[in-house]
């Protein structure tokens, strides 16, 4: 184990080092320190009404309630129209139904016209 340790040492150093030994100076220009996630220096706050600004209290309060206004106004109205909906469908159907029990029984001369050929055809082969 230590030996590995001795032979990446002398391998590191033999990369910096030039053809003859001498130390090469890599040009790695001004260093910048990376900054730090904001994650670790600021904690992320639970929602709560603690952790709102008492500025901006009301104006998040107004945004609310006008939210919740809107919400329970546009719930209402979709469901009138669903309301509506059934009801024109009900009636529809109702008319619908109506109209094909009038075709159904309307008169016609069908019955008669058959059991005419029938007594006909009867006749003539008697």
């Known amino acids: 184990m230590k030996k590995a340790a001795e032979e990446e040492e002398e391998r590191k150093k033999a990369e910096n080092e030039g053809p003859e030994g001498e130390a090469v100076k890599k040009d790695e220009g001004p260093k910048v320190e990376r900054p730090e996630p904001a994650t670790e220096r600021v904690a992320p706050k639970d929602p709560s009404v603690a952790n709102i600004d008492n500025d901006f209290k009301p104006t998040v309060l107004k945004v609310w309630e006008e939210l919740s206004d809107t919400y329970k106004q546009q719930m209402k109205r979709v469901f009138r129209q669903v309301r509506i909906q059934r009801e024109r469908m009900t009636n ?30 009867n006749d003539f082969s008697d």
């Open 92 to 121: 529809n159907f109702d008319h619908l139904q109506k109209q094909y029990l009038d075709f159904i029984h309307r008169p016609d001369t069908k019955q008669e016209k058959l059991e005419q050929f029938i007594k006909d055809f």
